[in-house]
Nanobody, 119 residues
Framework: QVQMVASGGGSVQAGGSLRLSCAAS????????MGWFRQAPGQEREGVAT???????SYEDFVKGRFTIFQDLAKTTLYLQMNSLKPEDTAMYYC?????????????RGQGTLVTVSS
């Protein structure tokens, strides 16, 4: 499994925006399904959004209309544009990629990035 490194987290006020990035050195992810996941303190890791190799995106209800998952044209970097952030979005965010099937929360084992949203 590819070890992914997420970055771009930070501290913002509610209503603000952040863009997260995720990559793995030397990898191109054409043909992969990729996803973003998050884990809040004391909570289980949960899915946020996925993007299939076809470009089809899916989102959990709690981020629909606020978050957008996308890749660069070279398929080297996965992004998560997060708008209208809420305090409940505070979590460590991770990404994962699989060549067969789409990743699940347990597949997100790489380096995460912390997002803190204050009210």
């Amino acid at each position: 499994q590819v070890q992914m490194v997420a970055s771009g987290g930070g501290s913002v006020q509610a209503g603000g925006s952040l863009r997260l990035s995720c990559a793995a050195s030397g990898y191109r992810f054409g043909g992969y399904c990729m996803g973003w996941f998050r884990q809040a303190p004391g909570q289980e890791r949960e899915g946020v959004a996925t993007i299939q190799s076809t470009g089809t995106q899916s989102y959990e209800d709690f981020v629909k209309g606020r978050f957008t998952i996308f890749q660069d044209l070279a398929k080297t970097t996965l992004y998560l544009q997060m708008n209208s952030l809420k305090p409940e979005d505070t979590a460590m965010y991770y990404c994962a990629a699989l060549r067969v099937g789409c990743p699940l929360p347990g597949d997100a084992r790489g380096q995460g990035t912390l997002v803190t949203v204050s009210s």
